[in-house]
């Protein structure tokens, strides 16, 4: 082999050896890229479960406009809970009555039965799953009212020393 062949061929092996993971980057879709896009729709065709909102018969619109009014509900008692001039009381009666508009505005969206088939779907998959079916409209308080406050035992028991 001649000096002028030999230089020619390691030439051709270090380009080779430079553009071949570029090749076979653009050749190839990137995997990053695509698990992203792909991984939730794997997930339900993996599955082969509707989500329990299409199974109950309530439309995508339905359950956005009932998030939308239970968010709003949360923020309503937040504010309730927050005004330092309503007692205990008064705080609990506006609290009853944010939550039955809630449920009305919630029953004109979907009907007793579909919220029914919800949960009953919704509960079915939690126990599936081993979980729970998770907390209501009033979310998760961290004492015994509304306003996270703990309430007094009842009287109906005396305690026990």
């Not at 030439?11 to 992203?36: E, G, R, Y």
């Not at 509900?73 to 939550?99: A, G, H, M, Y």
């Amino acid at each position: 082999m001649t000096k002028k062949s030999a230089t020619f061929a390691l030439a051709v092996i270090v380009v080779l050896n430079l553009s071949l993971p570029t090749v076979l980057a653009q050749a190839a879709p990137s995997a990053k890229i695509h698990n992203k896009s792909t991984a939730p729709v794997a997930r339900m065709q993996a599955s082969h479960e509707k989500p329990c909102w299409e199974v109950a018969g309530i439309s995508k619109s339905a359950i956005a406009e009932r998030s939308r009014i239970e968010q709003e509900t949360r923020s309503q008692v937040q504010s309730v809970c927050n005004d330092s001039s309503l007692n205990e009381q008064q705080k609990r009666e506006k609290i009853r009555e944010i939550r039955q508009q809630s449920h009305q505005q919630i029953d004109a969206l979907i009907s007793p039965q579909q919220q029914e088939a919800l949960k009953a779907c919704q509960k079915e998959r939690a126990a599936a799953r081993g979980g729970s079916a998770g907390h209501g409209a009033g979310g998760i308080h961290r004492g015994g009212g509304p306003c996270g406050e703990m309430t007094a035992p009842k009287p109906s028991e005396p305690e026990r020393p």
